[in-house]
């Protein structure tokens, strides 16, 4: 937004922008590769992220690893790896109680 | 060619019109493609003083007058399309601002202009028709110019599947092409051609961030062969569900389904607008199709916007809205005991 007009913008990539201080990012890190590791392995694939490096480390299940710098380049990086997007929609995660509840 | 830029007539004449009538402008265009930005920054810069801004969303839940604080005078039309549905509360509620102006003794105290942010959804054709057949309307109201916002990075994929959009593009009186600094300068080449050929009478202007921006020339570019959507089978309509956010749904469970959703559905989820609450603030989320905008940190709350916080509109087609909640509420549970 124009810094005139609106708003201040939060920096970096926008699924970040929850977070400002330390505590709360580390947090945030974790907590999402939570969820990304209760989506991931129905496509074989996990996740992790041990809140030492930057980035979100994804591995296939014969052992490949890259690691991504945010969550638009870990559905970039699926999609790659799976043939197809990883589709929110999908039947398998319409359930009513959702992973580990 | 060079799109021509004239001061548009709000900028020449600020005193409404000879005959007593205000003037009305209709801001329309498609979903994201930036009207409340440019009408914020024209608000900034003092443009549409004292002016009366109505603002239209299609979505039950308004969320663009929480943008639109500069406006003193404003009225939202939520849960309908006032090219439609809501017609009929447009048309009432010109009417009550014609009533009160007409209960003012001095000229120098009445109001001399209206804008009208109409919803995405919206075609500002028979918006501008019911105001112009109203018995009582079409003697207080003049509309007086009709803008159309149009965005650069995807007004081409739009023309190409959406008679809305060509509609609107058609319809406008000075098209103001926005997000210059996001596109590509060939497609925007192009846009700005095939442009032209759906409405030559029109002014262009180009704007970033709601700020004018001078357009690129686009002499050898050729435009778009739009087909003719006529004979084609109709899109399913798109509509507008508001998502309940509820405590339990927190930042990083909701960042990372929407990065999911929006990078497999990004066509399908047209637009996305609400504000989450996050350890940060309240965070002003705001995507069109696959691009998110970076989030706008908002001020605290007062008591008359809470209901803000509740809930995120999604707009789009392709998807039943029961599936996003249900699809939501997964992704939130995700690793809770």
């Given at each position: 937004?124009?810094?005139?007009?609106?708003?201040?913008?939060?920096?970096?990539?926008?699924?970040?922008?929850?977070?400002?201080?330390?505590?709360d990012?580390?947090?945030a890190?974790?907590?999402?590769?939570?969820?990304?590791?209760?989506?991931?392995?129905?496509?074989?694939?996990s996740?992790?992220?041990?809140?030492?490096?930057?980035?979100?480390?994804?591995?296939?299940?014969?052992?490949?690893?890259?690691?991504?710098?945010?969550?638009?380049?870990?559905?970039v990086?699926?999609?790659?790896?799976?043939?197809?997007?990883?589709?929110?929609?999908?039947?398998?995660?319409?359930?009513?109680?959702?992973?580990?509840? | 060619?060079?799109?021509?830029?004239?001061?548009?007539a709000?900028?020449?004449?600020?005193?409404?019109?000879?005959?007593?009538?205000?003037?009305?402008?209709?801001?329309?265009?498609?979903?994201?493609?930036?009207?409340?930005?440019?009408?914020r920054?024209?608000?900034?810069?003092?443009?549409?003083?004292?002016?009366?801004?109505?603002?239209?969303?299609?979505?039950?839940?308004?969320?663009?007058?929480?943008?639109?604080?500069?406006?003193?005078?404003?009225?939202?039309?939520?849960?309908?399309?006032?090219?439609?549905?809501?017609?009929?509360?447009?048309?009432?509620?010109?009417?009550?601002?014609?009533?009160?102006?007409?209960?003012?003794?001095?000229?120098?105290?009445?109001?001399?202009?209206?804008?009208?942010?109409?919803?995405?959804?919206?075609?500002?054709?028979?918006?501008?028709e019911?105001?112009?057949?109203?018995?009582?309307?079409?003697?207080?109201?003049?509309?007086?110019?009709i803008?159309?916002?149009?965005?650069?990075?995807?007004?081409?994929?739009?023309?190409?599947?959406?008679?809305?959009?060509?509609?609107?593009?058609?319809?406008?009186?000075?098209?103001?092409?926005?997000?210059?600094?996001?596109?590509?300068?060939?497609?925007?080449?192009?846009?700005?051609?095939?442009?032209?050929?759906?409405?030559?009478?029109?002014?262009?202007?180009?704007?970033?961030?709601?700020?004018?921006?001078?357009?690129?020339?686009?002499?050898?570019?050729?435009?778009?062969a739009?087909?003719?959507?006529?004979?084609?089978?109709?899109?399913?309509?798109?509509?507008?569900?508001?998502?309940?956010?509820?405590?339990?749904?927190?930042?990083?469970?909701?960042?990372?389904?929407?990065?999911?959703?929006?990078?497999?559905?990004?066509?399908?989820?047209?637009?996305?607008?609400?504000?989450?609450?996050?350890?940060?603030?309240?965070?002003?989320?705001?995507?069109?199709?696959?691009?998110?905008?970076?989030?706008?940190?908002?001020?605290?709350?007062?008591?008359?916007?809470?209901?803000?916080?509740?809930?995120?509109?999604?707009?789009?087609?392709?998807?039943r809205?029961?599936?996003l909640?249900?699809?939501?509420?997964?992704?939130?549970?995700?690793?809770?005991?």
């Amino acid at each position: 937004m124009c810094s005139s007009c609106g708003f201040p913008a939060a920096p970096g990539h926008w699924t970040d922008a929850g977070a400002v201080t330390g505590p709360d990012k580390l947090r945030a890190r974790f907590r999402r590769a939570q969820v990304l590791q209760a989506v991931l392995p129905a496509y074989g694939l996990s996740a992790h992220d041990g809140g030492l490096i930057p980035g979100i480390q994804i591995s296939t299940g014969s052992g490949g690893e890259t690691i991504v710098p945010d969550l638009s380049a870990v559905w970039v990086l699926a999609e790659k790896l799976t043939g197809r997007p990883i589709d929110p929609l999908d039947a398998r995660f319409l359930g009513a109680g959702g992973v580990g509840s | 060619m060079r799109a021509s830029w004239a001061p548009a007539a709000w900028a020449r004449d600020v005193t409404g019109t000879r005959d007593g009538r205000m003037q009305l402008t209709v801001l329309g265009g498609f979903l994201g493609s930036g009207k409340t930005t440019w009408l914020r920054h024209q608000l900034h810069d003092g443009n549409f003083q004292d002016a009366f801004v109505v603002v239209n969303e299609a979505a039950a839940t308004p969320v663009d007058d929480a943008l639109l604080t500069r406006s003193t005078d404003l009225a939202v039309l939520a849960g309908g399309c006032a090219c439609c549905e809501a017609r009929g509360e447009l048309v009432a509620l010109l009417r009550r601002i014609c009533d009160e102006r007409s209960g003012k003794d001095s000229r120098g105290q009445r109001l001399q202009r209206i804008v009208l942010e109409t919803s995405g959804l919206a075609d500002p054709g028979p918006i501008v028709e019911a105001i112009r057949t109203d018995p009582i309307l079409v003697h207080h109201i003049l509309v007086s110019e009709i803008v159309v916002t149009v965005d650069a990075l995807h007004a081409l994929a739009q023309l190409r599947s959406e008679p809305l959009g060509r509609r609107q593009i058609e319809i406008a009186d000075r098209l103001i092409v926005t997000k210059l600094d996001e596109a590509d300068p060939a497609a925007l080449a192009r846009l700005l051609a095939t442009l032209h050929c759906l409405n030559p009478g029109a002014s262009f202007s180009g704007a970033i961030k709601g700020s004018d921006a001078e357009l690129p020339l686009y002499d050898n570019a050729e435009p778009e062969a739009l087909a003719d959507l006529s004979d084609e089978v109709a899109n399913p309509p798109i509509f507008a569900t508001a998502l309940a956010i509820d405590p339990t749904v927190d930042w990083p469970a909701f960042s990372v389904w929407l990065s999911a959703l929006l990078h497999a559905r990004g066509d399908d989820v047209v637009r996305v607008k609400g504000v989450m609450r996050t350890p940060a603030g309240r965070l002003l989320l705001q995507s069109v199709r696959k691009v998110v905008q970076s989030p706008e940190v908002l001020p605290a709350q007062s008591a008359d916007t809470a209901y803000q916080d509740e809930s995120i509109v999604f707009i789009g087609r392709g998807y039943r809205a029961e599936d996003l909640r249900r699809s939501l509420r997964y992704f939130a549970s995700a690793g809770r005991t």
